[in-house]
């Protein structure tokens, strides 16, 4: 379900991964309109309802982890962070009910990616200034600043592929049994369960987790 | 030997043997994370409260140990399906 679109006489193609990504993007709007809605109308004295429970549970678990992981002064970034893993995982999950993982082309995972280094630089900035923010990259000596630069700047590369590589392999392992196997291919379902599942939402996981302590270091 | 083979299935071919030795890498991440995990195991057997924050690290610990495996498998991938070396002929 590739588009080609005409712009200037040019011929673009968006590809079905960002498709895909802008569904689910709709998708995960439309579900955060309906739970804000359903929390103007709860009762603060009333325990909440089955949605409405899992929701608190999971606002809850990430409030926790960004307490333990980051401290209590950058619990600002949970928000953040538990819409960054709700994406992922939805990006991840995705390949189950159809569509392309957005998360299987690198470009949109590293954009993610970068997002996320971008602000961990601007958040070091500002916690310890920008004059010792700079005198970090010397230590210890001056001799290892471009080692330093260089792993500093391989952060998302490495976040990015570790998402991407995953995803990606999931897919290709599938289509390699569902086309070696021809009729025999509804044994191999169970699969999916652990290939999409599983290790969809431990990347999703893991990523946001290497967020924190990216976002983290560098201050005390 | 070689004399019937065109050019671009000798580099089809180097492709493939490339693909599957990058794949070797595979068997390090394999081995640290079995390490890993019966490292875990005692540890939770030395103290089953802290389970949670064991198993917790050991998941982080792993998907660090994982990048050099996925390097390598994308390294294959681009060299199976990508073939950047063909454009060199």
């Known amino acids: ?220 | 030997m070689l004399q019937g083979i065109s050019n671009e299935a000798f580099i089809l071919g180097c492709s493939a043997i490339g693909a599957g030795l990058a794949m070797i890498a595979g068997f390090g991440g394999a081995l640290g994370e079995g390490i890993a995990t019966g490292m875990a195991c005692q540890a939770i057997g030395r103290q089953p409260e802290a389970q949670g924050e064991i198993t917790r690290t050991m998941v982080l610990g792993f998907a660090i140990t994982e990048t050099n495996g996925i390097y390598s498998l994308v390294i294959a991938i681009i060299l199976l399906f990508v073939r950047p070396l063909l454009a060199g002929l």
């Open chain 1, 1 to 220: 379900m590739e588009i080609a679109v005409i712009y200037n006489g040019n011929e673009f193609i968006i590809p079905n991964t960002t498709i895909s990504a802008i569904i689910i993007a709709i998708f995960l709007i439309i579900v955060a309109v309906i739970v804000s809605l359903k929390i103007k109308k709860a009762k603060a004295e009333e325990a909440p309802s089955g949605f409405l429970n899992v929701i608190e549970l999971l606002v809850e678990t990430m409030d926790n982890m960004v307490k333990s992981n980051m401290g209590e002064k950058n619990m600002s970034f949970s928000p953040f962070i538990l819409t960054l893993m709700v994406f992922i995982a939805a990006c991840n999950l995705s390949g189950l009910f159809g569509l392309t993982p957005p998360t299987s082309d690198f470009g949109f995972i590293f954009m993610v990616a970068l997002i996320v280094f971008i602000i961990a630089q601007i958040n070091h900035m500002k916690s310890i200034g920008i004059p010792k923010y700079l005198k970090g990259f010397t230590e210890p000596y001056a001799l290892m600043t471009p080692l330093n630069i260089i792993s500093e700047l391989s952060n998302p590369i490495s976040m990015s592929f570790r998402v991407f590589g995953n995803i990606l392999s999931g897919g290709l392992v599938t289509t390699l049994l569902y086309t070696a196997l021809g009729n025999f291919s509804p044994l191999i379902a169970p699969l999916h369960i652990y290939l999409d599942i599983f290790v969809g939402l431990l990347q999703a996981f893991v990523f946001v987790m290497l967020t924190m302590v990216s976002i983290n270091t560098g201050e005390n």
